[in-house]
């Protein structure tokens, strides 16, 4: 079994929609909960980090751990056309050799 | 502030030579993991590096080794090449010492390595 699961997509949406990317992972230990955004021929860069459970929110994206049922989410509101990209969820904990598992990336175009 | 350097940032090999490749850290960081991103997948862990030792490593054969330098830079040196090994090689700084960190990683663009 996978430490972390992430539909792939293509996930197609309208300028102005709400997207709505989850991952679920096996391990309840896992602590760290993190999105990230790559763009094609880029590196990851940080989007949204989280600590144990609950919800956190930055501008038009909001994170959600629920760690009863193992999932996480990412919530893009209003999303825009520069929002196209691949967006990777990551799990980690301080016992699992420093290293973070990462989903396979869910790829998102925001139609204009 | 500099972000993470990595070069190359493309290499052709031919199966069984050997490749290295670099990376320099944010300015300030003190710890590099090397991951590796097959087409269409996620990233996968291959080692970390903190204060020159490694301080973790992911599910990869011993023919994958690194370095990391005094200023922080680091190394990732793949011997006997694989046509597997094709992937997208990327460099990621931060500040964990042996703690997972706090703030993630600062990812460089990547060394897309293509074996043939």
């Known amino acids: 079994q996978k430490e972390v699961e992430q539909d792939p997509g293509p996930l197609s949406v309208p300028e102005g929609a709400i997207v709505s990317l989850n991952c679920t992972y096996s391990n309840s230990a896992f602590q760290y909960f993190m999105w990230y955004r790559q763009y094609s021929r880029k590196g990851p860069e940080l989007l949204m980090y989280?600590?144990?459970?609950g919800n956190k929110e930055d501008g038009r994206f909001t994170a959600q751990v629920d760690k009863s049922s193992k999932y996480i989410s990412l919530f893009i509101r209003d999303s825009q056309p520069s929002d196209s990209a691949t967006y990777l969820c990551?799990?980690?904990?301080?016992?699992?050799?420093?290293?973070?598992?990462f989903g396979t990336g869910t790829s998102l175009t925001v139609i204009p | 502030e500099t972000g993470v350097t990595q070069s190359p940032t493309h290499l052709i090999k031919t199966r069984g030579q050997q490749v290295t490749l670099r990376c320099s850290s944010q300015?300030?960081?003190?710890?590099v993991s090397w991951y590796q991103q097959a087409l269409g997948q996620g990233p996968q862990f291959i080692f970390q590096?903190?204060?020159?030792?490694?301080?973790g490593r992911g599910n990869f054969p011993p023919r994958f080794s690194g370095l990391q330098f005094p200023n922080y830079s680091s190394e990732l040196n793949v011997n006997a090449l694989e046509l597997d090994d094709s992937a997208l090689y990327l460099c990621?700084?931060?500040?964990?010492?042996?703690?997972?960190?706090?703030?993630?990683?600062?990812f460089g663009s990547g060394t897309r390595l293509t074996v043939v």
């Open positions: 989280t600590y144990s459970s």
């Open positions: 590096y903190y204060r020159e030792e490694e301080n």
């Open positions: 300015s300030g960081h003190n710890t």
């Open positions: 990621a700084s931060s500040l964990a010492g042996r703690v997972l960190a706090h703030y993630g990683y600062t």
């Open positions: 990551a799990v980690g904990d301080s016992n699992t050799g420093n290293q973070f598992y």
